[in-house]
């Protein structure tokens, strides 16, 4: 029976996991993939943590020299997170010619070229199922299952943490700062969230999703990110009037004018199924010009979803060594004909305080109409101490006519404030 030996680097969450899965499973695994993989040894810096995990002794390294020249190791298992000592640890192991499988967003996002480079020079192989959307075999799925198409959009709920303060704060009417601390409480968010709130950590799992799903370097520059910290209780709740849920999306389109990416909070028809992901689960849905749509839900993040997928690239390294690689051609950055939308064209929910006078509303639509922007819907909202809210959809629109409305919105003397943005995906 073929023989896989594997290093874990990191025994955080996610290394714990990958661990567990192993190890309890090796027997499984030997019945039905005709491999027998074992852990040959790990580097933790914390080395009880690694004990109290169940690793023996001696199978704790104490350097990634010891790891890489360790000749029963064929596959390295980067689950450390962030850039350093990651990327150098990664590219060590792949310049002696081990395969990595990585959970890491961030490097893969940031150094992709420079690691798969490496990793052809060596004839290494080169996995990161579980740096996208956590047990969600969302990769898995893009390279096998759905390569006869083109991928036209895809579009996801990819950061559960975003997704649970958002749910929590639609259920149970908090505003953010009391969802986000429950967030934390639960482990879910981490105590300087930023890299989830601001949208960063979905913005570097779009790029690699975009650039796999449409078979391109997409790098994060070209992805717009704007995260949820600016969503109030008060958006959600007018959202809801008007039947919809909001959510973090990740979208990605690749149409002829070009590719389009971006994360942002976004309201959501109730009935779709993108509405009904709650809690810190992850969706993504692809539309293929073959298959039509094709919808993935799941667990984004935790010990065993992650160290699922972790597993599930290092059966694929041992069961096909020959493919190791993205399904384009990897560039450091986006190709010279690849063309990005950033005006691109969407409904807005646009909410205001204005001033309670004859002419108001008037004057307001006159800057829209100025834009060439047509309104679906206006609410006046009952009045309050400091002026009268006015609630907004517009129909189909350009991103950069709805920017110039609102500066001019903005300056005029009756609109007292310009109070939120969000886009409207129907
Ligand atoms: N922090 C991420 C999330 C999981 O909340 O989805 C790892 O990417």
């Not at 680097?9 to 993939?33: A, C, H, P, S, W």
């Not at 002794?57 to 020299?65: F, G, N, P």
């Not at 052809?120 to 759905?146: H, Q, Y």
């Amino acid at each position: 029976m073929k023989k896989l030996g594997v290093a874990i680097l990191g025994m955080g969450v996610v290394g714990g996991g990958t661990y567990k899965i192993l190890t309890d499973n090796r027997e499984y695994f030997r019945r039905t993939q005709k491999l027998d993989i074992t852990v040959e040894c790990v580097l933790e810096r914390n080395r009880q943590r690694a004990l109290d995990l169940g690793v023996e002794e001696e199978r704790i390294a104490s350097s990634i020299e010891e790891v890489i020249s360790n000749p029963n190791v064929d596959v390295v298992v980067e689950v450390i997170g962030g850039i350093e000592p990651a990327r150098s640890f990664v590219l060590q192991a792949l310049m002696s010619g081990k395969t990595v499988v990585t959970s890491n967003k961030e490097m893969v996002c940031k150094h992709w070229y420079e690691l798969e480079e490496e990793a052809k020079k060596m004839n290494a192989g080169l996995l990161f199922e579980a740096s996208c959307v956590g047990g969600v075999p969302i990769i898995r799925t893009l390279t096998d299952g759905t390569q006869a198409n083109h991928i036209l959009s895809l579009v996801g709920i990819i950061n559960g943490t975003t997704n649970y303060i958002l749910t929590k704060m639609e259920q149970e009417g908090s505003d953010y700062a009391s969802a986000l601390k429950e967030a934390q409480n639960l482990g879910y968010a981490e105590f300087n969230p930023t890299a989830d709130v601001e949208g960063f950590d979905a913005a570097y799992k779009l790029s690699i999703l975009s650039s796999m799903a449409f078979n391109k370097r997409i790098p994060l520059e070209n992805v717009y990110r704007e995260g949820i910290t600016k969503i109030t209780a008060e958006d959600i709740a007018y959202g809801k009037k008007l039947g919809y849920k909001i959510k973090l999306l990740a979208i990605g389109k690749d149409t002829p004018a070009g590719v389009e990416v971006r994360v942002h909070p976004a309201f959501v028809p109730a009935g779709e199924m993108l509405a009904s992901v709650n809690d810190s689960f992850n969706a993504v849905k692809l539309v293929g010009d073959s298959v039509g749509e094709v919808m993935l839900y799941g667990r984004g993040a935790g010990a065993l979803p992650t160290g699922s997928a972790i597993v599930s690239d290092i059966i694929f390294a041992g069961k096909h060594p020959e493919i190791a690689y993205s399904t384009f051609e990897n560039t450091k950055e986006a190709d010279k004909n690849t063309k990005f939308v950033s005006d691109f064209t969407t409904k807005y929910f646009i909410r205001l305080t204005v001033e309670d006078k004859a002419g108001v509303l008037s004057k307001i639509a006159g800057v829209f109409a100025k834009y060439n922007v047509s309104l679906k819907e206006v609410k006046q909202e009952v009045a309050k101490a400091n002026g009268v809210p006015l609630v907004i959809i517009t129909h189909e629109t350009q991103e950069f006519s709805i920017r110039k409305t609102l500066e001019k919105l903005e300056s005029l003397e009756e609109v007292i404030s310009v109070d939120s943005l969000i886009r409207v995906e129907e």
